[in-house]
């Protein structure tokens, strides 16, 4: 066990000794916001652009590969538009996340999650993924249905949905509600419950983000899950979820028939 504990430390000599200066030359505070915030410009913003430049870059890829076709696609004022607003939730988060680090450390807390010299296990990595990957389901998939409400989703999720075919950018093109509590707690909330090492929040704030910026890409490259999240976009009433496991439990993973009488 001691062996897996120090794993990392032992496969990743120079990361670890560049983590050890890190962690004693700056504060808990500053690290987590900065690595968080270098996270998201590397796994969201990124890998954004990337799917957008496909049709400049690799036309013919792009057009064999897009799920839904030419005449749906999103115009160019669209497109400068979502980046606008995208930009707007970022920087409204980003100040949020400097609020929560201002007051816990007026409260004397260092940071939101563990920030230690040494890195996490690999086991403790797994295991904190895995049961933020589950709760993380469970937040978003609740919150979403919420969003569905036609009285919230008129006022606030219809935002969203302008995009009936998405691209990877309308991911976080939302209503500032929504971004806080549907898009940002459901990422951020699980590890802070666990108290997990701030590597391991960044781990699973990059999945998320990557993982979301795919299945909005309108580029189905990984096993259906663009399809599965395009076809909420158009239908509406199916595929809530993140992972698909709570639209398996309720049955929304099918399209809901419309009754006729």
Known sequence: METLHSSLDQLLPQASAFWVHVVNSHSP???????????????????????????????????????????????????????????QNQILSSVLHI????????????????????????????????????????LFYYSHRLLHIPYFYVR??????????????????????????????????????LHSHVLTFWIFLAWELFNTVTVHSGYDFFHNKAKMHDLHHEKFNLNYGSVGLLDWVHGTNKLEKRRTD
């Open 29 to 87: 505070q500053n690290i987590e916001f900065v690595g968080t915030l270098f996270v998201q410009i590397l796994a969201f913003w990124l890998p954004s652009l990337c799917y957008l430049c496909l049709d400049v870059i690799a036309p013919s890829f792009s057009e064999r590969h897009k799920i839904q076709p030419a005449p749906k696609q999103p115009t160019r004022r669209e497109i400068l538009r979502c980046f606008s607003v995208v930009a």
């Open 156 to 193: 606030i999720h219809k935002k969203h949905h302008r995009f009936t075919a998405p691209i990877a950018l309308a991911a976080q093109f939302a209503h500032p509600l929504e971004q806080i509590f549907a898009n940002a707690l459901p990422i951020s909330l699980p590890p802070q419950l």
């Open 99 to 138: 609020g929560l680090l201002f007051a816990s450390s007026q409260a004397g807390t260092k940071s939101s999650y563990r920030v230690e010299a040494s890195f996490p296990s690999i086991l403790e990595i797994a295991r904190d993924v895995f049961l933020s990957l589950l709760m993380r389901e469970a």
